[in-house]
């Protein structure tokens, strides 16, 4: 994937459209749903069809997981810190 011709972090899926958020944006919206903007990215990049164009079909099939795949990691969070103040 050339990374200067893809910019994941200003690509959503479900308009195929890409829109330059602010550096500081950490949390973007896509399709009514609040995702983490890194996390997104490394989604769209596994879902590449060939090293120039998403596959569109493979990101539909496949958001659904990957939102329940960032809640968990959200929910874990939490604990993590927890666990690091207690060591």
């Known amino acids: 994937v050339n990374s200067t011709e893809f910019k994941a972090s200003q690509y959503d899926h479900t308009t195929q459209m890409a829109t330059k958020p602010l550096l500081s944006?950490?949390?973007?919206?896509?399709?009514?749903?609040?995702?983490?903007?890194?996390?997104?990215?490394?989604?769209l990049l596994s879902n590449f069809g060939d090293e120039k164009?998403?596959?569109f079909a493979k990101c539909e099939e496949t958001f659904e997981n990957f939102l329940l795949k960032q809640k968990t990691k959200q929910q874990q969070q939490?604990?993590?810190?927890i666990l690091h103040q207690l060591l």
């Open 53 to 55: 164009s998403i596959d």
């Open 78 to 81: 939490p604990l993590k810190l």
């Open 25 to 43: 944006a950490r949390v973007k919206e896509i399709n009514g749903n609040l995702v983490q903007r890194d996390l997104y990215s490394a989604f």
